[in-house]
C-alpha cells in the first residue's frame, strides 16, 4: 500500500522575501522583486534587470568560514533547508537517520564560483586557483550539504533538469517516501546565475527581456511579452510520510498527490509545438493524484514570459482540461519572482501549498494586454480568494523536461 505524502516545512529565498511568511505576504501582496542588476555592471548588457536576493549575507545564518566555502546557490539552499526544517518542527535526534533523505537540485550549480576562479586563473595563474573550487562548483554539492547538515542518511541526490529541476525533486522524493523508502526528505531547488557570463549566454539565446520597465519584463501570458526574467534563490520543503508527521504531532500544511515526468524529445531549447510533453506530464500527474482534471481548483503554471512557452503550454492546458480550462484560475508567479530557473519549481509548488492551505489564489501581476491567441483565466493583477482542493504546478526545461506536481489540500483527520 503506498503511503501518504505531506508537507510539513517550507523554506523560502525568493527576490521577493526569505522566509515563508515575509514571501507569502509579498506573494498576497503581488509585490514584483524584479529591478536593476546589482550585482555586476551592466554597462556593455542589453539585459539590465533581474529578480536577485537583496540584503542576504551568508553570516547571518552560518560561521563565517562555512560560507566561504560554498557557493551562493549553495548558501541559499543550506539556507532554506535550515528554516523548512525549523519550520516543520523535527527533532532531528528523533528520525532515524537511514530513512531520512535529501535531494535539492540545481540547473547551474556553482557559477558563481566558476567565473570567478577562472578569472583567476588567467590573471594570477593555477597556482592560486582554490582549493574549494571543485567541489563549491559542483551542482550536487547543496544537496550533500544538506545532508551533512541534517546526518540524513538515506537517499542523496541532485536533479539536475534545467528549470523543471525542483518540481523534478519534490516528485522523487515524493516517490521515496510514497514506495516507503524514506520517512522523511529534505527537498527542492537552489540557483544563483544571475552572473556576467550566465547573463550574456541567455541573452545571446534571445530568450532574456531587455526592456528596461521592471513592470513590463516578466509578464507571462501578456501580448506584449519578450522573454524571461532571471531570478535567483531556493524553496525547500520537508516532505514526511504521514502517520510519522501525525505521530509527531506535527503541522501539516497540504499532501503531495500526483507527480508526472516526461521528456518532449524534440529540441535544445524550444519546446515541442504540439505540447505533447507538456500535456503528458500534467494527464500523468493528474491520473497518478487519482482525480479528474475537473477537480483542479488551480494551476500554477510554468508561465516564464517567453513567446513560445506561454503559447505551448496554454495549448497544453487546453488539451488536457477542455472545456474547463477557460474556467480554471492560472497564474505564474514567476511575474513576481522572475525566473529562478532550478530553484522555480520549488518555490511555486510551496505557493501551491500556502493557496491551499490559506485558500488564496495569487495574481500574474502586470498584465495589461491580453492575448487573444490564449484567451484563458491568468488571474490578472488582483488574486482570488477561494478555497480549492488541489492545485497543480508546472515546471518546464531546456532539453525537452516537463514535470508535474499535484497537491491537495490537507483536512485533519481525513
Keep these: ?3 501518504r505524502v505531506v508537507i510539513t516545512g517550507m523554506g523560502v529565498v525568493s527576490p521577493i522575501g526569505t522566509g515563508l ?3 507569502w505576504e509579498n506573494v498576497k501582496k503581488g509585490k514584483c522583486g524584479i529591478s536593476p542588476i546589482e550585482s555586476f555592471d551592466t554597462t556593455d548588457y542589453s539585459v539590465k534587470l533581474a529578480g536577485e536576493v537583496k540584503d542576504f549575507n551568508p553570516v547571518d545564518y552560518m560561521e563565517k568560514k562555512e560560507a566561504k566555502r560554498q557557493d551562493r546557490y549553495s548558501q541559499f539552499a543550506v539556507v532554506a533547508s535550515d528554516l523548512a526544517v525549523k519550520d516543520s518542527g523535527l527533532d532531528i535526534e528523533n528520525v532515524d537517520s537511514n530513512r531520512f533523505g535529501v535531494i535539492v537540485g540545481s540547473a547551474v550549480g556553482g557559477i558563481h564560483t566558476i567565473e570567478k576562479e577562472h578569472e583567476k586563473l588567467l590573471t594570477k595563474g593555477p597556482n592560486r586557483v582554490s582549493t574549494f573550487f571543485i567541489p563549491m562548483m559542483l551542482s550536487n554539492i547543496a544537496s550533500g550539504l544538506v545532508a551533512i547538515k541534517y546526518k540524513a542518511k ?3 541526490f541532485s536533479t539536475v533538469t534545467a528549470c523543471a529541476t525542483g518540481a523534478n525533486a519534490i516528485g522523487e522524493s515524493f516517490r521515496k517516501i510514497q514506495n516507503g523508502e524514506c520517512d522523511v526528505m529534505i527537498t527542492g531547488g537552489a540557483e544563483a546565475a544571475i552572473t556576467p557570463c550566465s547573463i550574456a549566454g541567455f541573452t545571446a539565446l534571445t530568450t532574456l527581456s531587455t526592456t528596461t520597465d521592471a513592470n513590463r519584463a516578466s509578464i507571462p501570458f501578456d501580448k506584449e511579452r519578450s522573454g524571461f526574467v532571471m531570478g535567483e534563490g531556493a524553496g525547500i520543503l520537508v516532505l514526511e510520510d504521514y502517520d510519522h ?3 509527531r504531532g506535527a503541522k501539516i500544511y497540504a499532501e503531495v498527490v500526483g507527480y508526472g515526468a516526461t521528456c518532449d524529445a524534440y529540441h535544445m531549447t524550444s519546446p515541442d509545438p504540439n505540447s505533447e ?3 503528458k506530464s500534467m494527464e500523468n500527474a493528474i491520473k497518478d493524484a487519482d482525480i479528474e482534471p475537473q ?3 488551480y494551476i500554477n503554471a510554468h508561465g516564464t514570459s517567453t513567446l513560445y512557452n506561454d503559447k505551448f ?3 497544453a492546458i487546453k488539451k488536457i482540461f477542455s472545456d474547463y480550462a477557460k474556467e480554471v484560475p492560472i497564474s505564474s508567479t514567476k511575474s513576481m519572482t522572475g525566473h529562478l530557473l532550478g530553484a522555480a519549481g520549488a518555490v511555486e509548488a510551496i505557493v501551491c501549498a500556502k493557496a491551499l492551505e490559506d485558500s488564496y489564489i495569487p495574481a500574474t501581476i502586470n498584465h495589461k494586454v491580453s492575448d487573444p491567441d490564449l484567451g484563458l483565466n491568468f488571474v490578472p493583477n488582483v488574486g482570488i480568494n477561494k478555497e480549492i482542493g488541489y492545485a497543480l504546478s508546472n515546471a518546464f526545461g531546456f532539453g525537452g523536461h516537463n514535470a508535474t506536481l499535484v497537491i491537495k489540500r490537507y483536512i485533519k483527520n481525513s
Design 1 to 3: 500500500m503506498k503511503k
Design 21 to 23: 511568511e515575509t514571501f
Design 154 to 156: 538515506a537517499v542523496n
Design 245 to 247: 508527521a501525525v505521530n
Design 277 to 279: 510533453g507538456a500535456s
Design 295 to 297: 477537480d483542479i481548483g
Design 313 to 315: 503550454e496554454t495549448q
